[in-house]
């Protein structure tokens, strides 16, 4: 199976235009303006998960192949104007749980495309293994791919267009990047991770990202 794939006007519009409001006015409050990543935003705004509509939770169901995952992250990005990138990277090496069991939608807040900071994604399948990450010099973004691994992978990419109602999803070891927000305006879109219940952690992997993690605090630091 693909690690990625997109789902036309599935979402519905008017939970969606409701929900940017919520963000938007919880954005104009924070002191740091400059803050572009908010992890487990759900304990700060209110039924971010009604996006989340039956169709949607069923399609999650199949990819997972299990009748009721759970949902156990929600992320909001805000691309800001004329950001940096994020790079290569897989979640996986974050989050080191079984890859076939755990996925993300990726839902945009308004129209949005690969010029915008949307993600990109190399056309790879839900099982590939977890590359070598090294310590990355973005902001929230603690580790990526480097360029020789990613020479020898040699993948074709895909980006997607959206339109509000539209969404992405990517398995945690999907490949993907952003190429910035090369616009004046702020782009934003909701990420909700899903997985099997009960996941064991790779200690292997977990180690690995222990010790990026703390060259990336340096690097940034």
């Not at 199949?62 to 990005?77: F, I």
């Not at 104007?81 to 979640?91: A, F, N």
């Not at 603690?142 to 895909?158: A, T």
């Not at 090369?182 to 909700?192: G, P, Y």
């Amino acid at each position: 199976m693909k690690s990625h794939g997109f789902y036309k006007d599935i979402v519905d519009k008017d939970k969606i235009n409701k929900i940017q409001l919520d963000c938007l006015n919880f954005i104009n409050q924070k002191c740091n303006k400059d803050e572009n990543y908010f992890n487990h935003i759900s304990h700060k705004i209110k039924n971010l998960d009604v996006l989340i509509n039956p169709i949607i939770y069923k399609k999650i169901s199949e990819l997972l192949k299990y009748s009721s995952p759970e949902l156990v992250a929600t992320e909001l990005h805000v691309q800001k104007p004329y950001c940096e990138g994020i790079p290569y990277h897989q979640d996986n090496f974050y989050h080191q749980v079984n890859p076939l069991e755990s996925l993300k939608i990726l839902i945009p807040l308004q129209n949005m495309n690969s010029d915008q900071g949307s993600l990109s994604f190399i056309d790879c399948e839900n099982d590939i293994k977890v590359f070598k990450h090294i310590p990355s010099k973005v902001k929230n973004f603690s580790s990526y791919i480097p360029s020789n691994i990613l020479k020898d992978i040699n993948l074709r990419h895909i980006s997607y267009t959206y339109e509000v109602g539209d969404l992405s999803y990517h398995f945690v070891n999907s490949i993907h990047f952003s190429k910035g927000n090369k616009t004046n305006k702020d782009f934003l879109f909701i990420v909700f991770r899903y997985q099997i219940p009960n996941q064991i952690i790779n200690e292997e992997l977990k180690n690995k990202y222990e010790k990026c993690y703390a060259e990336h605090k340096k690097i940034i630091n």
